[in-house]
């Protein structure tokens, strides 16, 4: 069940893109983050949206821990 609204979401993709900037980001504020946004996530790869722009908006996808299979 997603509990997150649309300003919440804001707030973690603005964290993570945040953390994702630091060269030592803190990974437990970033899989924090990333397991709140989860179904989020889910929806942009079902709507369809590219690779590219999921990537964009959640840059912490490019730790290898952080793809859920």
């Known amino acids: 069940m997603n509990t997150e609204d649309e300003q919440s979401l ?5 964290m ?4 994702m ?13 990333m397991e709140k946004t989860y179904a989020d996530r889910r929806a942009l790869v079902y709507s369809g949206m590219g690779t ?8 912490a996808l490019a730790i290898p821990e952080q793809v859920v299979l």
């Open 10 to 14: 804001l707030a973690h993709t603005a």
């Open 16 to 19: 993570l893109r945040m953390q």
């Open 21 to 33: 900037n630091k060269r030592e980001p803190d990974l437990v504020i970033v899989a924090s983050r």
């Open 52 to 59: 590219k722009d999921i990537m964009e908006k959640y840059p």
